[in-house]
């Protein structure tokens, strides 16, 4: 029988899981034509996308105290820059392979963090916000993550070709 | 000092909070002819993501044990009907008002549950699967529905103008 604190950790990491589960199956369904072509006119590509999620996955590995950014470069690439400022972006295959490492990464750490370390602060929040915000935690850094990842993955859905209504 | 089950259920409510203001946002800030386009071609209209939001807001009355749904004939237009199957739908100030009336009621029966109550079942999950699967709780919906928003939340956006990336 699990704990309520194991319990919303459950939740919280399920959601998670899911959302990357639904990316990984639908990133793997697109052709590199179609990461290449915008989620609707004008705006972002399914690569800028693509490196965009990476990124911000990647940057997760530090404000959750799990280490260093495995690919610190896409930040400004993906995250400070729009899409079409930069000519020199990672190909589709390489960005579909750190997009797997960083996830397989969280993942990994995720299963040997305890459920007390959860509740303790991330590295984007002060000890001094945090003693007045401890809602600011490392498993809120994961529900808003979650969050972040649903909305791009709505837009993504757009690469495919419209034979339903998504 | 909140319990720590007080904290998950606001880390939970704020997730839930904020989307629902963006959203709110941006329906306010779009125009009925902005909000007749498709997010992209070939998509959902932004009249029909109103719709669809507001039904399947309305059935977390229900759902949750709050009530009956305020606008249960919404559900079959919007959830059950894909877009431009029917053409007999309400008009976007009536979409809009009934989204504003299903939030607002729904605020206002969270802010009556009871922490205990957030983790007991809600109506869609049978007594059987919830003593197997407890985290199928009502505040695993909110996460759940949060999710759904941040998705079409993220399709939304492409109703206005590509002045910006987004």
């Known amino acids: 029988m699990k704990t309520q604190q194991e319990l919303f950790i459950k939740m ?30 004008g705006r972002n590509r399914g690569i800028y996308l693509l490196g965009h999620l990476t990124a911000i996955h990647d940057k997760m590995l530090p404000l959750l105290g799990l280490g260093e950014s495995l690919y610190p470069e896409l930040y400004e690439l993906f995250v400070t820059s729009p899409d079409k400022a930069r000519t020199d972006i990672p190909s589709i295959s390489d960005l579909k392979l ?50 972040h990842l649903a909305n791009h993955l709505g837009q993504l859905i757009f690469l495919k070709p419209p034979n339903r209504q998504d």
């Open 98 to 147: 750190s997009w797997k490492k960083v996830n397989s990464a969280l993942t990994e750490h995720f299963s040997r963090i305890t459920p007390d370390e959860w509740f303790r602060k991330h590295n984007a929040v002060s000890e001094d916000d945090f003693a007045r915000e401890p809602h600011r935690n490392k498993l809120n850094l994961i529900i808003n993550r979650t969050n």
């Open 12 to 41: 919280v990491l399920d959601a998670w899981n899911i959302h990357i589960k639904r990316t990984d199956d639908l990133f793997n369904s697109l052709s590199d034509e179609q990461l290449m072509r915008e989620a609707s006119p």
